[in-house]
């Protein structure tokens, strides 16, 4: 495993992938304690507004932009994710490079781990520079939160993430890459708006986890570890579901 | 290796029919049929890709070195990378895979591009870098799907001769719709045609089989081959008459037999199928 792990590895390296995207959270990060800090000026500036025109602006607690920051992760941030994800493994068996690979003697456990365990660490370095950008601005801007409670954030965003990473790579274990990226952005990015839209009536959902994970820089939600038992319930349950369904499907490789 | 009663089917689709054929250690067998003839699904499943429907495959647990016919590598590894990672999927250590990987690739003759990106390869290279990996961790079997089909006359050439070099040391199972290209090395002889074998053996037997044997009598007038071939029943091509040599077993049988005629003779000579003639005979049985 640690050879198509190394592999993985190159190919994120080789792609830049390891760069933009980790780059790409950090532009998420930023962009809502600065708006939010700069956004007088900036209506002043490009606003056009009518004379005598005057407005509040809320009073934001750094929690607050922490959370924001969040909501742009969970939007465009996932789907990135996704779109990378979703082709892991069936793009390898339309294309035929996963022929050479298969016709040795591999395990499924080793092929399907390679990939997620690649794209855990990417989505880790994500969260970090995701979340650390947009601490480090809302810190000079706003003020500082509790260190345990941004770092627990921080792992339950990662742990929600790495639920997400593990049912797409097995939606691409086990269909072609067009498909398993339907559903995947169906369940994921949609999901969550759909969530949040009429999530009001339960409780216990696993879209709800890094809305509770951020709820330990306020006060702790009573749902977290319920949820979170769900979550990592669902990612061991895909994950066994994923090493299977590479197996099953290793004879559609082009030949 | 030994294949027994091998079948698969994709639906009602029937792509290959009980086929069984045993391959002996360091012998050179082709598999030859025309496209769609079930040779890729054959090697596939001899490969361990494809479940067959039905049958069995024996093969002591060796080890086995697999070319598609168009091998598809990675685009951002570069040719010792992937030769490298090849050998190490395969079971060799870091350093044994290094050192083998350095030696298949000396072996087909791409020492001089180790650090290029495989996208950057040619059709030819990309063919040898196909072999490197299929041999780099010494597999006792060696299976390749069209070697040749998709090479220019230089890189037949050099590909045969590879093979050939490598068919003292291992197994091999090539398939090919080209005959001429089974004449070079092949010990065996596998016809398949719609999933069925048709044929099979070694080549002087195949050849002895499907040659015959005739006397080919050429006139020099066109007319006259004609009426001698009406007469005696006889094939025909413009002023030659072909005479089979199970009537007439021996140059001395014919002479007298022609000399019934008194139309002028040119030139008589021995006549026998060539392997493409012999293809088309198989194939139509």
Known sequence: MIILLKKEWLEMLRSYRIVWLPLLFILLGISDPLTNYYMEDILATVGNMPDGFSMTMPELAPSDLLIASLGQFQMIGLLVIVAITASMISRERQNGTATLIYVRPVSNFSIYMSKLIAMALLTLVCTIAGFGASMYYTYLLYGGVSTTAFLLLMLFYWLWLLMVIATTITFSALWTTSIAMTVAIVLFPLGILLDSVIGAYWHYSPYKLALYGASWLTTQSDYLWGTCSIVVAWTIFVSLLGIWATGWKRSTTKI | MIAAHLTK?????IVVNDVSFTLEPHTATALIGPNGAGKTTILSMLTGLLKPTAGTITNNDVQIGFLPQYPQFYPWMTVLEFTEMAARLSGLSTKEARSRAHEALSFVGLEEVLTKKTAALSGGMKQRLGIAQAIVHRPAILLLDEPVSALDPFGRRDMMSLLKKLQQTTTILYSTHILNDAEEMTDQILFLKDGALIEQGTLPSIRARYMDPRFAVTFCEQADAQAFSTQHQVELIEKTVFVPMTSYPTMQHLLSFLS????????????????????????SL
């Open chain 2, 9 to 13: 089917q994709f639906g009602a689709h």
């Open chain 2, 260 to 283: 019934t005629t008194y139309a002028p003779i040119v030139k008589i000579e021995q006549h026998t199928s060539s392997l493409e003639e012999i293809f088309m005979k198989v194939m």
